[in-house]
């Protein structure tokens, strides 16, 4: 089955730096890779995600990179903000063996914790 | 729009007994997750619901767990008898229908956190 390994564990960054957390993946047949965002106490939440057909994608100051030859996935967040503080969670899902879409479920890395000090 | 609410949000119990955790996905959706995160690693698969349905339930650990979603509408998790391992914090999710190839986001609940003492 799908195994997806992130890195690093903890990040502190000052704020206006660029953080980066990197993620690989088992199987070559996932087809799908959100990040999800988890401030404390609250519910993870989707921030960015990209399909296997697309290389890269952004939405302001994140952006999402996929290498599917080497099957590895990175989240880029530039000019920090203490507010970006959270867990970040990358996931892969498996395609639907009929329908070719994602399956829905997720296989999550250990997460990362981002501290952006002001 | 009402999201996924789960309930209760905090559970302690101790070893050996029953609780029961529920899930009410965001109307209309059809496919309902379960997952669960041990302090410190990542957040594992348990379930798949598909309407009433179980599409996938290779994450469940054991036949302590039971989960059931009845009607197709909220779904419950049980666990009996409970474990020390079995705490965590467990989430629900739910999307929409993903059929003809649509990848459709995954909304995720607060969660349940359950102690076994």
């Known amino acids: 089955g799908e195994n997806v390994e992130q890195h690093p564990s903890t990040l502190s960054v000052q704020e206006g730096d660029s953080a980066v957390i990197k993620c690989t993946y088992s199987d070559s047949a996932s087809n799908y890779f959100p990040w999800y965002k988890q401030e404390l106490g609250k519910r993870p939440q989707l921030i960015i995600d990209?399909?296997?057909?697309?290389g890269e994608k952004k939405d302001q100051r994140i952006a999402v990179t996929l290498n599917k030859t080497a099957k590895h996935f990175s989240l880029h967040i530039t000019e920090t903000q203490p507010e970006d503080s959270a867990v970040y969670f990358c996931a892969a899902s498996p395609p639907h063996p009929v329908y070719g879409g994602s399956q829905g479920n997720l296989i999550f890395g250990k997460g990362t914790k981002l501290s952006v000090k002001p | 729009e009402a999201g996924v609410t789960q309930f209760p949000s905090h559970s302690v119990i101790e070893k050996g007994q029953t609780v029961t955790l529920r899930c009410d996905p965001i109307s209309g959706h059809d496919n309902l997750y379960w997952y669960r995160r041990v302090m410190g690693k990542e957040i594992k698969f348990l379930l798949h619901?598909?309407?009433?349905?179980?599409?996938?339930e290779s994450g469940m650990p054991n036949n302590r767990f039971l989960a059931e979603r009845t009607g197709g509408t909220y779904s419950t998790l049980k666990v009996q008898p409970a474990e020390l391992e079995d705490s965590g914090v467990y989430f629900c999710?739910?999307?929409?229908?993903?059929?003809?190839?649509?990848?459709?986001?995954?909304?995720f609940g607060q969660g349940t956190r359950l102690t076994v003492v």
């Open positions: 619901f598909v309407k009433e349905s179980k599409q996938d």
């Open positions: 999710a739910s999307s929409q229908d993903w059929r003809g190839g649509r990848d459709t986001e995954a909304f």
């Open positions: 990209i399909r296997s057909n697309v």
